[in-house]
Each structure stands twice: as structure tokens, then as C-alpha cells.
């Protein structure tokens, strides 16, 4: 099967996928009307990368979509998925009616507290009739031989049902022959906003020599980077335009340009298709997992195969999950979430219980056997007053970078605090021998104050040494 035909069978079954999308919306509509949950959201971004979505497709048709730039970000609150839907639609009822140009813009007025999306085509116009109908379900425009643009007739009946969820309005300025011109005007702000943790303001530690080494120890304010790796382009843009909002994206079409971009990025999660040319994603995801540089980095295997062997194939190979195509990019979120979140569970136990092991947070026995070499020469070297990020780079045949990210990505910690979480978890050891002093521990594991030792493990585990037991926590 050539690839002009896949492009042909992946582009009916996104739109197979699309209509039974709209259907179930509807259902939900009519059902229990349009439930929302409000977060603060960039709009100017969310907008800029639906129209991303729909820019190839529009340009296939022999059109231009404009996104005219407003004068600084808008940030709303909204609900995301909600919103997507919103503009989705009224750009798939441009694209439906359009001659060859579509414009979307936005526009906010502080003052008033409102902004606006608007979206407009040069099409065939709509009548003034037609305009008190269009957003009734199921209604459709007659081209002029009186056929339908096909659809569902859906979708205009959806964004009013968004629109009156965000206490909006949506209007529509349209004649025949003159195109037509939707606007949506929503509050900037709304009751009832559910906090997001990237929202979260951190207060700076009492004392930065004596952090606790749990909630990520340098604060990093840039995007995680995640690599997506197909060599079918659609495919690419779809899971691109779905993720860029929370990552930088990087795209490889094959492994072993995937290779390459993991050797020039510090990349925080793989989300790669199998079957491809010049490299696969099974054979990609072994070399990921056999290179101790790359091998923490979580791994996401997409694919088309679904008989049991393929499926174990897959997971032998070293993958975190095994998604199937085709997927819902609801589903395909939640998996990365889901695994993410698991990640952070561990490194948190790991963090905060005293006597908890490294290899709690080893993804795979390459990891386990870095975090333990690495944590072998840490208590080695307790009083060495070399030890260092350096020390331990050159020790492990690792760049200071390449041990900085690992770590961090692992850990959730720097390499510093690492040592220093080593040190406590060793004295939480000895400690439960019971066989030497406090101040004796203290020295054993490289601290020149007792009261600085009690202060830091009484920060890291929320409990003094002096009361520790191995049943305390």
C-alpha cells in the first residue's frame, strides 16, 4: 500500500473519529447541557494552535489561513478543551464555505472584561434566513445547487452550547456572496476557577543550605522537551499541536534522527510511532534504554499492531506504555499523565521516607545500576572534601550536564542535594542500628555541625534524629 493511500485512510478516519466526536458532544448537550471547568488560560496560545491544526488541510483546498496577531497574549479563564472544540468548529465551518482565505483574531478589552474570537471566510455568505437556523442541530447550508457541504450540522449548535457555558455571546455578520463573519465574545474572568499547578507560586526556602530535596530543588521555569518521533507528517502535527501548549516539541521521522536530537536536547519524555523507516520505535526505544544517558527518559510506544505478541514486543523493548492506534488524544494524555504522576509518587516516597532505597525511583535495571554506583561512590566519599557535581561527573564517565539532567529527571533533585539526601538516608541507616550517638553519626556521614545535621533531617523526613525509630514515620 503506497503512501498516498495511508494519507487517504488516516485522513477519513480523522474525520470518521470527528463526526462520531461531535455526535457524543451533542448527546452530552442534550442530555445534561454543556458542563465546564474553568482554568486560567493562555487563549492567544490555544487559539494560534488549533489554527496550526487546521493550516495543511485549509491549504490543500487551495486556501490561506491568517492568523492576525494581537497586541499581547490573552490569558482567560476558560475551559481549554471546551474552547478547542469551539474554534475547531467554527474553522471547520470556514473551511466548508470558504473561496480560498480564512482569518482568525482575538481581542481583549481589560476594561470592559471581555475578549473576543473571531473567525471569517470569503465564502458564498450566509442569508439572513439562514442565520436565525444555523445553530439549530442538524441544520445545513445549501450550497447554490441546492447540496449540503456535508457534516453532521452539529457544530455550530456545539460552539453556542460552549459559548453560553462561559455566559458568552456569538453573533454572526454574513450576506450573500460577501462571506460570513463569527464572533465569539467570552468574559476574561469566571467564578468557580480550578487552580493548575503551573500556576503555583513557590516562597523561596528559609535556608537554601538546608532544603528539602522533594519538590524539584532548582526551580526550572522552561517546558519540559518532548521528542515525538513518526514519519507520517500529519501525524506529527496532530500530536504536536495537542502538546505544545505544556512542551517544547522536538520531531524526529525515524530513530535515528531521534538519536540525534536526544544528543542535542535535554529531552523529558519520547513519544514514538514503530513502524518507520531506517530505524523503528522498538529498535529506537532498546537504544534508548541501553544508553545510560537517555535511559531514564520515559517512553511511549504508538502503533497500529495489536495482536499479544506485538504487544509484549513492545513492552520487552524497555516502553512505559503501549498506546494503540488509533488513540484519542484524551487517552494518550492520560497515559503520559498517569505515568508522569506515578514517577513523582516514587521520587516523593523516596524523598521523604528515610530508610526507603534508591532503586525505588530506577525505572529500569540501567538506572538502578547508575543510582547505585553513583550512591556507592556518594557514601565513599562522606569525607572527601572533593566530592562534588564534578567529582561525581568524572567518577560516573558522564558530563556535568548529562549527570544534571539525569538526576533531576530521576531524582526530582540536583546533583548537590542529592549528596546531601544520600548523607541523611545513610545516618537514617545507622541510626536504626542503634549502636552509635547522634554527634558520632553526625561526623560518619560527612557533617562538621550536630545542630546542622538535627536541623536538615528534621527538614527532609519531619522528624528530629534523636526521635527516630525505624517504625517512627
Known amino acids: 500500500m503506497n503512501c498516498r493511500r495511508l494519507n487517504i485512510i488516516n485522513r477519513n478516519s480523522q474525520r470518521l473519529l470527528f463526526l462520531v466526536n461531535q455526535l457524543l458532544d451533542f448527546k452530552k448537550v442534550e442530555q445534561n447541557g454543556f458542563t465546564v471547568q474553568f482554568s486560567r488560560q493562555n487563549v492567544t496560545n490555544l487559539v494560534t494552535a488549533v489554527a496550526e491544526r487546521f493550516a495543511p488541510s485549509i491549504e490543500q483546498m487551495g486556501g490561506k489561513l491568517v492568523v492576525e496577531q494581537c497586541e499581547r497574549d490573552i490569558e482567560a479563564d476558560v475551559d481549554a478543551e471546551a474552547l478547542t472544540k469551539l474554534v475547531s468548529n467554527l474553522l471547520n465551518n470556514a473551511r466548508k464555505y470558504m ?99 503551573g500556576n503555583d507560586i513557590m516562597s523561596p526556602a528559609e535556608d537554601k543550605g538546608c532544603s528539602r530535596a522533594i519538590d524539584g530543588g532548582v526551580n526550572d521555569v522552561s517546558r519540559p522537551v518532548m521528542l515525538i518521533v513518526d514519519d507520517n507528517e500529519e501525524m506529527l502535527q496532530f500530536i504536536t499541536s495537542n502538546f505544545n501548549s505544556d512542551y517544547e516539541v522536538v520531531t524526529a521521522v525515524n530513530g535515528k534522527e531521534a538519536l540525534d536530537k536526544l544528543s542535542r536536547h535535554e529531552v523529558a519524555l519520547i513519544v514514538s510511532d514503530w513502524m518507520m523507516p531506517v530505524m523503528n520505535g522498538v529498535e529506537l526505544c532498546r537504544a534508548v534504554r541501553s544508553n545510560c544517558n537517555y535511559s531514564h527518559i520515559p ?175
Request: aromatic share 8%; with cysteine.
Open 99 to 197: 473561496k480560498d482565505r480564512i482569518v482568525i483574531a482575538c481581542h481583549a478589552d481589560e476594561g470592559q472584561g471581555w475578549f473576543t474570537i473571531s473567525v471569517s471566510d470569503n465564502g458564498v455568505g450566509i442569508s439572513r434566513d439562514n442565520q436565525e437556523k444555523i445553530f439549530k442541530p442538524f441544520f445545513q447550508v445549501m450550497d447554490d445547487n441546492r447540496e449540503s457541504k456535508g457534516g453532521t450540522g452539529l457544530g455550530l449548535s456545539i460552539v453556542q452550547s460552549v459559548v453560553e457555558a462561559h455566559k458568552g455571546e456569538i453573533k454572526v455578520e454574513s450576506s450573500l456572496g460577501n462571506g460570513a463573519t463569527f464572533i465569539v465574545t467570552l468574559p476574561l474572568r469566571q467564578e468557580g476557577v480550578t487552580a493548575s499547578a
Open 299 to 473: 517512553f511511549i510506544l504508538l502503533t497500529a499492531k495489536t495482536d499479544n505478541y506485538s504487544k509484549i514486543e513492545g513492552l520487552n523493548c524497555g516502553a512505559d506504555a503501549y498506546v494503540e492506534k488509533p488513540f484519542s488524544v484524551n487517552y494518550l494524555e492520560a497515559r503520559i499523565h498517569n505515568l508522569v504522576e506515578m514517577r513523582k509518587l516514587l521520587r516523593e516516597k523516596f524523598s521523604q521516607t528515610p530508610l526507603e532505597p534508591i532503586n525505588t525511583i530506577a525505572p529500569n535495571p540501567v538506572d538502578d545500576q547508575f543510582l547505585t554506583q553513583l550512591t556507592n561512590i556518594i557514601e565513599e566519599n562522606f569525607s572527601n572534601p572533593e566530592l562534588s557535581v564534578d567529582f561525581l561527573a568524572n567518577r560516573m564517565g558522564i558530563s556535568r550536564s548529562g549527570l544534571y539532567a539525569k538526576i533531576k529527571t530521576l531524582a526530582n533533585v540536583t546533583p548537590n542535594e542529592l549528596i546531601q539526601l544520600t548523607r541523611l538516608k545513610k545516618a537514617a541507616k545507622l541510626l536504626a542500628e542503634n549502636k552509635y550517638r547522634i554527634n558520632e553519626i553526625c561526623y560518619m556521614v560527612g557533617f562538621n555541625s550536630s545542630s546542622y545535621f538535627s536541623k536538615c533531617f528534621q527538614r527532609q523526613f519531619g522528624i528530629k534524629p534523636g526521635e527516630f525509630t525505624p517504625h517512627s514515620l
